[in-house]
């Protein structure tokens, strides 16, 4: 008897203590790289006392939840991870803590991060909100063992007076998915149809490969009318009409993904953490056949940031862990589990590179990537341009009238956040 | 003597009443009050006070939106789809599990199965399920020598892949209300009639029906209000595509709110979408009741 109120006693000592821990709150997407920060948090914990609690949601349900914790005076978000098309809504209505301040008093060396990461998803109008996480830089990747097969190789030159080769052009990857369907067993490609991001994410190297740009760098003034972006519409809706699955306009990237792991489509451009899914046989039929390479001129570039809200109940140790995480040797030891790197010195590591041997094509793709638009209502700007898009996919609008409607839309946006008179 | 004790009785009532109340007030109206205040202003979450009076300034622009409008009809359209041919499947369902005598608890509990799942569940299974090359509808249909089908990837047949889905999920709602009904009614009727020579086809019409209508009614005006609010299955299944063929209003407002982050414009439209569902059940009770007349 006194043994059991003993034990209880001190069952319930611990339970106080155990809830007088620090603990911070972290909202991510279920994405590898949220994988391997929770393989490596306990080391954190275990350093510091300070327990990490990573609450993961779909990617759709991120922006939802975040918004009414971020408005509110106090939060339950002491750290957040920021997809760079929010930067411009978040600093805008002030919703994180500046950085600077905190980087300088630690020490922490910013130099290491690629440029266009710390364009992207670090510095805004001089001043830095965000520390880079990962980049989900799209690459082009494509099935190595058919682009080898020297009879395939020999089909291809005779059909075309080219060489088969990691395609270094547009147009000729477009005749890549041209031969490579052969329906029903393989697709030349597989599309992420699905609206708002999937389809804007995925046109949008179309975009650039064909050299068409969103906007005039130096005005604002919108660029989706021109024959470059036309011409790259009209690509798209090929590959997913004739070249592609049927029901790619309803695929978001796990769907397409799956069609390319299962070996039923030549090439699929998509994020480059994929990559590593490909090798894995729990989920890929086509272990060791795909590579991936940068989408032909230049593909679109992405990337998380890992941010302090002003409404960070914690924010000190907020920062410790962000610093932790963002070491030199914690980031590799994320590189090492697979996680896609943001710091120029992790490219660099030679027991990475010997491991993963495409880190050179992954640099390569980093430095050449192009931006979206980042201003406040990128969001909304996804969700239009994710709208005409499939309206112009499904058949339901000409290309070109279809970009019309969203140059005007993208016009307003941009009106409305001040960036055109 | 006895107008006290029925005042006193009507005190005691409201008493007991009294907190359920409240909570409603606090949970029913406050929102939207709310709701109606801020559709007067220009509010959005990236500024979220209430100091732009912009009168009705929403409401015109909610009109004045050719998506919302859009929205409107695809939803009235998909409304007016799953209410009649759930009703058509859950009486027919309902009819015949009201004879049967033995094992009826099995097949209740088999009806329950979907009607328990979550819709996001629902839609996520789904959307597996009508995958269009590794999904088992088509492998299924397949095997029958029929052309795969483009479930969700085509505008034509998404909107009624979703009203399929809507229908497997929610039909048993109405076969349960219905068969409760059914239950209920007296057996004298019945007895009257089959002593008059009357056959079950006149007995359904001039009987079942007309004694069942309270229950039709009551049925129909649920799961029309539940229809309107549909927006799970389609954040699930197609994100309002492809182009805009599933685009139900519910999602769209969702977007206004938390895309745009126009609280303003969205809450005018809720409360567009408030008069429609007011009207559309006023009407349906009367023209219910119009029938027994």
Redesign the interface.
Known sequence: MTRALMLSTAAIALLTGAADARTIHILMESVPDTRFVQEVVPEFTAQTGIEVDIEVVNY?EM??KL?PQL?APAGSYDVIVVDFYWVG?FT??GWLQPLDERIAASGFDTSVYFPAMMDLVGRVDGVVYMLPFYNYAMALTYRKDLLEDPAEQAAFAAKYGTPLRVPQGWDEYLKQVEFFTRK?DLHGVVNQ????DPIAMEWSNYLFARGGEYYDPATWEPKLTSPEAVAALEDYKRNVQEFG???????GFD?AF??AA?G?AYSYITYNFFRTAYDDPSQSAVVGKMELAPVPVAGLNGGWGWAIPRSSPDPDAAWQFIAWIESPEIAKRRAALGGSPTRADVFADPDLNAKYPYYPALQALLEGSKNFPVF??T??FV?VL??EL??A??G??EPAAALAAANEEFRALLRQDGKLP | MAAGLARRDRRFGLLMAGPGLAAMLLVVLFPLVFTAWTSLYEFTLLRPVHDLFVGLGNFAAALDDGGFRHALRVTLAFVVAVVLLEFLLGLVVALALDSVERGRAVYYAILLCPLLMNPVVVGLIWRMFLHPTQGIVNYVIGLAGIAPVNWLGDPAVAFWTLVAVDIWHQVSFMVVLLLAGLAALPPEPYEAARMEGAGPIRAFFWITLPLLRPVITVTLLIRLIFAVRTYDLVYIMTRGGPGNATDLVSYFIYRQAFVTLNLGRAAAMSLVLLAIVLLLTAWLHRYMRSLRA
């Open positions: 759709a922006h939802t918004v408005v809504e805008k209505a029903p149809g699905l609206r708002p699955p049927l029901g790619a306009a309803s695929f769907e799956n069609v299962q039923k406040t209502y969001p909304q969700e994710g709208r499939s309206l996919v499904t339901e609008k």
